[in-house]
């Protein structure tokens, strides 16, 4: 279970996170959705210890782990994976190399190529990519949606226990978002992650029976509901009284 509680971070001397209550069990997804420069990548940079962002208070409780002072590493290892908002291009290394050198870490044991390579083939043909990608610089030179099923491709060869999805969505034509949702349905069905999903947009949840969702305004969780809170957001929007913590006909 994740638990974060009383978070407040900064970054620049400026409070982006205030008071910020949250708690994802095991296996379960939760959306978080509000305006724009609320703090929702923030909130996700943060549980992955970005250095740009300091904690003032507050903790962040992963199991018996307290990742408020882990790095990046540490938390990656906890099996923790960010699909970011904009996915880095790194030029000089490839996908393949970066999959196998982190998963033989992570095993602690050299590679089995003919698995490997099964795999690859495997997850491409899910996630509806060439297989000459897997040899391309990652992120390099790939268009926005490429990008996304790029890091989706890193999704399923490491087989991370916490999923935190930036906006997958944004920027996806409506073949590329079919292909997208169904893979994340499919990821969730086979491993059972905790996925925190961050969007703007109801399209990407239609994929998904069941979530949680909250509203993030001014840095902290203003409303919590389930699926139906979707509903109603679309209909009223984020500024609404209702949705900053009045009450509300649900
Ligand atoms: P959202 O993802 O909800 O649109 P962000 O978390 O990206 O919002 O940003 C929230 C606010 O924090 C914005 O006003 C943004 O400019 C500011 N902010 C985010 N990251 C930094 C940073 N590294 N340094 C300074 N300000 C930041
Ligand atoms: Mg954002």
Known sequence: MLKMSDLTVSADDKIILNNLNLDINDGEIHVLMGQNGTGKSTLSKVLMAHPDYKILKGNIIYN?????NLDTTSISRLGFFLLSQNPVEIEGITNSEMLRNVLSEINNEKVDIFKFNKKLTEVCNIIDMPKEYVHRDINFNMSGGEKKKNELLHLFMLEP????????????????????????????DLYKPSILIITHHADILKYFDDFKVHVLNNGSIVKSGNKDLIKIIEKIGFKANAINGNDINE
């Open 64 to 68: 018996d782990n307290v990742l408020n």
């Open 161 to 188: 226990k916490f999923v935190i999805l930036d906006e997958i969505d944004s920027g996806l034509d409506i073949d590329a978002l079919k292909v997208v949702g169904t893979s994340l349905k499919k990821y969730y």
